[in-house]
């Protein structure tokens, strides 16, 4: 698996090189210092990264131009933003842009790496400050601001105790192997349950799906 990290803190870079190494023994990590370097490392790559972190502030371009090109030029490589930001605005934006996740750095070790997992499992990230704001409005994958609707504000009440522990853990960033493991499930009985709540909530993905877990935290 490689892994390119655009970063324009020479400290954090390593401190999070080393973090991503650790998801797999064959992990090949590759860093850059700005949008330059970035855009470079993509264009001489022969082997394209599986997975882009990047920092919203560096030299060289506007992260929003940075991630439009790298979306509209590699659609299939997921980009997982990484930045000291917990703005709102900073957050749906890049998820309209067509981020695949928003980290914040002040995130645990633990968070960071199971939203890295999440999304490289083809899932989406939204960190839990977005579920803290008093509209709870977040970025869906549209692309468009999505305040829940009344009508669907009721909906989880219809979910059972084990849904909403399993809704709770989908809204960490927890992956269907470590949602089983934590709540001591088959991974096969994780995957029902989210079908489930699918089903319930009336929507199509785990990233409509969180939307509704601000009320039940």
């Known amino acids: 698996m490689k892994i390119l990290i655009a970063d324009d803190h020479p400290l954090y870079r390593m401190a999070l090189s080393g973090l991503l190494s650790q998801l797999d023994a064959k992990t090949d990590i590759v860093d850059c210092n700005d949008f330059n370097e970035l855009q470079a490392e993509m264009l001489n790559a022969t082997d394209l990264p599986d997975l882009i972190v990047l920092d919203i502030q560096m030299p060289g371009a506007s992260f929003q131009d940075a991630l439009k090109k790298l979306k509209r030029d590699h659609p299939s490589i997921p980009v997982v933003i990484v930045s000291a930001s917990e703005e709102i605005g900073d957050m749906t934006q890049s998820l309209q842009l067509g981020a695949d996740g928003y980290i914040p750095k002040s995130s645990t070790r633990e968070v960071l790496v199971s939203a890295i997992r999440l999304v490289l499992s083809g899932g989406k990230y939204i ?34 105790r084990r849904q909403k522990n399993v809704l709770e853990l989908m809204a960490q960033g927890q992956s269907n192997k470590e949602i089983a493991a934590g709540l001591n499930l088959a991974e096969s009985t994780v995957k029902v349950h989210i079908t489930a709540i699918f089903r319930t909530l009336g929507v199509s993905n785990r990233t409509q799906a969180v939307l509704h877990a601000r009320e039940i935290a």
Do not use: C, I, R, W
């Open 127 to 160: 960190p839990s400050q977005a579920f803290n704001l008093p509209d709870a409005k977040v970025a869906t994958k549209t692309g468009h601001l999505s305040k829940q609707a009344p009508e669907k504000s009721h909906a989880t009440q219809h979910l059972t």
